[in-house]
């Protein structure tokens, strides 16, 4: 495997199911679609963090951490399930939790991830501002020195994007995991469909596949910056992930798609084409997706088919990066 140097503790039910969504593929009346269902990784109702967090906490693992440390938004999936990852491996845990979205119902505080990760525990720190990543990180390395006073040995997950992606390592395994289902089940895929934020598993993903020779081109729609910003991003990390697992210079520009329709009206909040891939893909094929991340990456799928991007005969996969949990929280999208 590309990973192989790196620590890696076990946390995901692996490989995940890639599966054909017929009856969105038949209502949409273009290319077959088919899903790669990271919602199924196992760890606390499951999620691309668990990919991730193999790699992040087998690092804090091999350097002797015994606690660990992230930041997220209340509803952050990355922040439960390093709380999960924490309880299920014996090590401490403390977290921040961001205010990112304003004007949200008590539901958002109360139910889904926030629910869980009480349900869990771990010290849980709050983070007054929502767009301030070097911020937030500053706040959590100043919980970790108290640690290291305390005596503990403690590991930051960070959030800004200047730290050494180990999280995408996990991508990587996935995309090798991807092209040999695809040699299994005979399948030629046309474009891969991801939700894109701190762009770890979007960069993950681009460098295992191009390490492994694969052209099939990534399309992330954007779930928290425009889609300028988000390009230069993936593209440092996807650089940054080749060089980690040894082939240097595979990703260049051209690999580099990223759109913003869906983040409309922005981080946490959904619009109405969101809104209706939930209420489709919940209605067609009995699959949940949540509004601030993977609801927009299906919203971004649907305009790729309607506009005509993608057309009968190919083959297309959507990346479901979990999330589920936030739909708790989101009361307001079958009123
Ligand atoms: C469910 C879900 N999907 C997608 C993403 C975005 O993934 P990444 O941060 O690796 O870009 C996140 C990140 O928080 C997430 O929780």
């Known amino acids: 495997m590309l990973t192989d140097d790196y620590p890696r503790v076990e946390l995901s039910h692996s490989p995940t199911p890639l599966e054909c969504l017929n009856n969105l593929s038949q209502k949409l009346g ?34 002797g951490a015994d606690t660990i440390l992230t930041t997220g938004a209340i509803q952050s999936n990355q922040v439960r399930l390093t709380i999960a990852a924490a309880r299920k491996l014996g090590l401490g845990v403390e977290v921040q939790l961001e205010e990112r979205v304003a004007g949200r119902p008590k539901e958002y505080y109360e139910s889904g991830n926030p629910f869980l990760m009480n349900l869990m525990g771990a010290k849980i720190h709050h983070y007054p501002v929502g767009e301030d990543e070097e911020g937030a990180d500053r706040a959590l390395y100043g919980y970790a020195d108290e640690l290291s ?40 895929i046309d474009g891969i469909i991801v939700p894109t934020g701190s ?116 083959n297309i996969v959507f990346l479901h990066t979990g999330g589920t949990p936030a739909l708790f929280g989101y009361p307001e999208l079958i009123a």
Not at 34 to 62: F, H, P, S
Not at 236 to 252: L, R, Y
Request: charge should be neutral; include cysteine; glycine fraction near 12%.
């Open 30 to 63: 273009g290319p077959k679609i088919w899903v790669k269902r990271d919602d199924c990784t196992g760890l606390a109702m499951g999620g691309n963090k668990v990919r991730q967090l193999e790699y992040y906490i087998g690092d804090a693992v091999a350097k």
């Open 149 to 188: 006073k305390a005596g503990k040995t403690p590991y930051v997950i960070p959030l800004a994007a200047n730290h050494t992606p180990y999280g995408s390592l996990g991508y990587v395994q996935c995309a090798e995991e991807l092209l040999e289902q695809f040699k299994q089940q005979g399948l030629e």
């Open 199 to 314: 762009a770890t598993t979007h960069a993950g993903l681009l460098a295992g596949l191009r390490a492994l020779n694969s052209k099939i081109p990534i399309y992330g729609f954007c779930v928290r910056r425009d889609q300028e910003s988000q390009a230069v991003r993936v593209l440092a990390k996807a650089e940054k992930v080749a060089e980690m697992i040894g082939h240097a210079g595979v990703v260049s520009q051209d690999d580099i798609w990223t759109n913003d329709r869906m983040l409309q009206p922005g981080y946490g909040k959904f619009n109405e084409e969101v809104q209706q891939a939930i209420l489709l893909s919940a209605s067609c094929d009995g699959l949940l997706l949540d509004p601030v991340y993977t609801g927009k990456a299906m919203a971004g799928l649907i305009h790729l088919v309607e506009s005509g991007h993608f057309k009968p005969g190919q």
